[in-house]
């Protein structure tokens, strides 16, 4: 069964850290570029940052502007998990966070790349 699973999501101070986690079951991520969106109550959902397969290596990444400098995307093939890395969060980063697999292209322009979909962690920023 193909499945997505992300974790590490939770509440954190603003200038706080998480790292999430998109753990995959069923397929080896490194063949699917792998890319995370998330989605504020009220709000559409977006792309955070994407990461290319193992067709294109070394691995691209890109990342939404207002994350650039703080999120970092990362794969440990050996656990068949992709990360990402939350630095220096803001009230603004609240969302729930979801990770996306596909092979048609590592964007973080338009969803409709993706064939697979986790359910999402939350993430709260607040003092």
């Known amino acids: 069964q193909v499945q997505l699973v992300e974790s590490g999501g939770g509440l954190v101070q603003p200038g706080g850290s998480l790292r999430l986690s998109c753990a995959a079951s069923?397929?080896?991520?490194?063949?699917?570029?792998i890319a995370w969106f998330r989605q504020a109550p009220g709000k559409e959902r977006e792309g955070v940052s994407c990461?290319?397969?193992?067709?294109?290596?070394?691995?691209?990444?890109y990342y939404l502007d207002s994350v650039k400098g703080r999120f970092t995307i990362s794969r440990d093939n050996a656990k068949n998990t992709v990360y990402l890395q939350m630095n220096n969060l803001k009230p603004e980063d609240t969302a729930v966070y979801s990770c996306?697999?596909?092979?048609?292209?590592?964007?973080?322009?338009?969803?409709?790349?993706?064939?697979?979909w986790g359910q999402g962690t939350q993430v709260a920023v607040s003092s």
């Open positions: 990461i290319s397969s193992r067709d294109r290596r070394p691995y691209y990444a």
């Open positions: 996306a697999a596909g092979t048609k292209g590592c964007t973080i322009s338009g969803q409709y790349e993706f064939d697979y």
């Open positions: 069923g397929f080896t991520l490194d063949y699917y570029n």
